[in-house]
């Protein structure tokens, strides 16, 4: 009987599909992540659940929408009685850990934005609450402390190295190794202790500064060394394992340590083509662009705002500062994984949480304008015994929801019922062409924020042709003719010659809203009794 397979899966933070070599970028360097598409499958059209961190990181876990698995925004944790394809995969045998950037739960103290009336928070909910520790990923609890850590199994993993939040100034058990191995570790990071960058005009709204951690010292180095050592722990032993390793990078602020830092010369980016668009953007993109113009924009934190072109090539430049640095260290994973003979009977993974705007329609960072830059990211996956005949690059619509069920399949272990994703092995051996023929794309957000007078809540439905989005507090939405119009910079929603297409994509979404609601759990009710049993096995 052959070993069970092994799986080693890598997911950065916040990276575009088309910001690495193997999807056509020229410009990136990225040789180690190419050289894992070129030995495997690569998707060409995947998207995520929804655009936000959280809830799709929870999605991917989970193989479920948002709006299924409750974790509909960031402010809400997933719950600790949800079931993950990590833990389906520990009870069936596998070791299972996580090195770097997890965020199933809440990473500060602050409150939701949502309601915006604390009073609001305290009615009566629909489901009694849920008592587990949701606090286990916050930041002040590992701060004030050199011994906190995570109840384990958290969300399956039974080993958690944690590298939670963004830039040089992450928290979890990296916060701890800086503090033993480095001098004075506290003095070296965030910005008020960078090198200064005074050409940069990101550093001047605290979206990018000039890390004094040296390439070693960095976040994304610790990632890669804690990795090798469970990779060497893995390797003397007959059980197999699940590895995933999770680079909070290249996510805003942007600090790439030592050369990565000035590996790419902001006036030598070349911007998208939409930045230049003459076309008219929808109201809400318009709404950003006036803020923008009257100085009125808010350019710190983490919510879309509309840029100009000196700080979208900043931004671009020093993404792919940050990318080569996880590619490097991508490369020396990889290393091991080969040295210790591994390579053979393991499937290397590799996506990212959501995308990034970077210049997309002068828009920088991310928001509920769901622009394929945002929501379209890299999938690829190297299965060493793959045969030669396989496909190797697939255009079918999938969604980060497929991931769980398609690990599950591959390590031939049972799903749970209530995945909403699909296999896409099938895509993979050449056994199908597509997984569906459209895909939605959710987002529940916290923010008021576009013009619009509420929070903003929207759905996205993608076909091979079109995107079509609307949102709960408008008359007005957005759809794109991705054949003839792939920048998304003609918004056909009130063009009378599309009023067939909007209606045709109206009725999609709702027989695709239809089919994921919920279905766990089953429950059977036998004749002529009052209780509930278990279905039998067959």
């Not at 929804?50 to 990181?57: S, V, Y």
Request: hydrophobic share 35%.
């Amino acid at each position: 009987m052959s070993r069970p397979v092994n799986f080693l899966m890598f997911i950065t933070d916040q990276l575009r599909a088309d910001h690495l070599g193997c999807y056509g970028n020229r410009v990136v360097q990225t040789p180690n992540i190419d050289a894992i598409s070129k030995k495997g499958f690569r998707l060409d059209n995947m998207h995520v659940a929804t655009p936000i961190c959280m809830p799709n990181r929870a999605s991917m876990m989970t193989g479920r929408y948002p709006s299924v698995h409750g974790a509909r925004h960031n402010g809400i944790p997933l719950s600790l009685k949800a079931r993950t394809f990590v833990e389906t995969l520990r009870l069936s045998g596998y070791q299972t850990a996580q090195v770097g950037k997890i965020h199933l739960q809440n990473m500060t103290a602050l409150a939701p934005l949502w309601p915006q009336d604390p009073a609001d928070r305290l009615c009566d909910e629909a489901f009694e609450a849920d008592n587990g520790n949701y606090e286990q990923e916050k930041r002040g609890k590992w701060l004030d402390s050199d011994h906190y850590d995570l109840d384990y199994p958290y969300y399956g993993f039974e080993q958690v190295y944690l590298v939670d939040d963004h830039a040089d100034i992450v928290h979890g058990h990296y916060r701890y190794w800086l503090r033993r191995e480095v001098p004075n570790a506290e003095s070296l990071i965030g910005p008020d202790n960078a090198i200064p960058a005074p050409d940069y005009k990101l550093t001047r709204i605290g979206q990018a500064w000039r890390t004094r951690l040296t390439v070693e010292q960095y976040p994304s180095a610790y990632i890669a060394d804690r990795s090798i050592d469970l990779l060497n722990d893995y390797a003397g032993s007959e059980q197999p394992f699940f590895l995933q390793v999770s680079f909070p990078d290249p996510h805003h602020p942007f600090t790439p340590p030592g050369q990565y830092w000035d590996m790419y010369k902001p006036e030598d980016m070349a911007l998208p083509a939409s930045f230049y668009s003459d076309h008219e953007p929808p109201q809400h993109v318009q709404w950003l662009y006036q803020r923008r113009d009257s100085g009125a924009a808010t350019k710190k934190g983490t919510a879309v705002f509309a840029c100009d072109e000196r700080e979208a090539k900043e931004a671009l430049a020093l993404n792919y500062g940050s990318i080569s640095n996880i590619d490097a260290q991508i490369g020396r994973v990889m290393a091991e994984l080969e040295r210790l003979g591994l390579q053979d009977n393991t499937i290397v993974i590799f996506t990212s949480d959501h995308g990034d705007f970077l210049g997309d329609h002068q828009l920088m960072l991310k928001g509920p304008i769901h622009y394929r830059g945002l929501t379209r990211v890299p999938f690829i996956w190297s299965d060493p015994t793959m045969p030669a005949a396989a496909n190797k690059v697939s255009g079918a619509l999938a969604s980060t929801i497929d991931i769980a069920p398609t690990v599950l399949a591959r390590a031939r272990v049972p799903a749970f019922n209530g995945i909403q994703g699909q296999d896409m092995q099938p895509l993979m051996d050449g056994r199908s062409n597509g997984l569906r023929d459209s895909l939605l794309i959710e987002e529940e957000g916290q923010r008021v924020i576009l013009s619009i007078d509420t929070r903003v809540r929207c759905r996205t439905l993608l076909t091979q042709r079109y995107r079509m989005t609307i949102y709960d507090a408008a008359s007005w939405g957005e759809l794109y003719d991705l054949q003839n119009d792939p920048d998304e910079m003609i918004n056909l929603w009130e063009t009378p010659a599309a009023s067939n297409i909007r209606a045709m994509m109206m009725e999609k979404l709702a027989y695709t809203n239809l089919e994921l609601v919920e279905k766990s759990p089953i429950q059977v009710l036998w004749p002529d009794s009052d209780r509930w049993p278990t279905i039998p096995t067959q």
